[in-house]
């Protein structure tokens, strides 16, 4: 099992150009980000920069996220609503393009906040714009379920909600992330057996607190053997917040290995 870092969560005690190199020394070959930077379209030097600093550290780019907003003030996602929708648009081709720089194959869309110009019709159609330019290079757009913990206003909070989505847009296919599923009550085991085959890939984090694997209620050497015996064969992308410094939280992952 290939296990990634998600370089958005973990060594943020580093300035992101730095975390590459970080995440090599660590024993990873490849990593995960949320979109990195300030706007849909950042400059060409901010894009070059990036992508040197993953070239030299070695690592491979395995998961991208489109442009979500503000992620710290509380946005999670442009897709559904009509102020953001350009925005969202804006953003498609340069992440696709700079996914391709980097042969990652796998884009993840957050779906948006409800709000009061929430659209359905058009966040499945803004979905299915990206689709069809991660198609250009064979990558697939990916789609989650939030907790609403701590995501009270993302209106997709479960495996169904989430499918239901993608099975109206061609191209897609489910970001399993067990902690935010996990959170809501789903059974991680039960959610393997039955949905690994339209998983398109999987974040881990403990719960409650959303640490280390260890660090919690889950069951992660179980889990994470019975994810190696399903039908997804992909990164598992470690996206949760170090108890203590991220370059010391790497304990569990010797049991796995």
Not at 42 to 51: M, S
Not at 241 to 251: I, L, N, Q, W
Request: hydrophobic content about 40%.
């Amino acid at each position: 099992m290939r296990f990634d870092v998600n370089l958005s969560i973990l060594f943020t005690e580093l300035p992101m150009l730095e975390r590459p190199a970080a995440a090599a020394r660590a024993g990873f070959d490849a990593v995960e980000m949320w979109w990195p930077f300030d706007g849909p379209v950042p400059a060409d030097a901010e894009l070059d920069a990036l992508e040197r600093a993953i070239r030299d550290a070695g690592v491979s780019l395995v998961g991208l996220n489109f442009d979500a907003g503000h992620m710290p003030s509380g946005d999670r996602g442009l897709l559904s609503s009509k102020a953001t929708s350009g925005r969202f648009r804006d953003n498609i081709d340069v992440t696709v393009g700079f996914a391709e720089r980097l042969g990652c194959q796998t884009l993840n869309a957050l779906y948006g906040n409800t709000t009061d110009d929430s659209d359905v019709e058009l966040a499945l159609e803004n979905l299915a714009l990206a689709a069809k330019s991660a198609s250009r290079i064979g990558a697939t757009v990916v789609v989650e379920a939030l907790n609403s913990f701590e995501n009270t206003r993302y209106p997709l909070t479960s495996t169904t909600a989430a499918l239901q989505v993608i099975d109206q847009v061609p191209g897609t296919a489910f970001l399993a992330d067990f902690y935010h599923l996990a959170r809501m009550g789903e059974d991680i085991p039960a959610l393997i057996e039955n949905h690994a085959d339209r998983f398109g890939h999987v974040q881990i984090a403990d719960v409650p607190g959303r640490g280390q694997p260890g660090t919690g209620e889950l069951d992660y050497p179980a889990i994470l053997r019975q994810l190696a015996a399903s039908p997804y064969q992909g990164p598992v992308g470690c996206e949760y917040k170090p108890v203590g410094p991220s370059d010391e939280s790497f304990g569990w992952l010797e049991a796995m290995r």
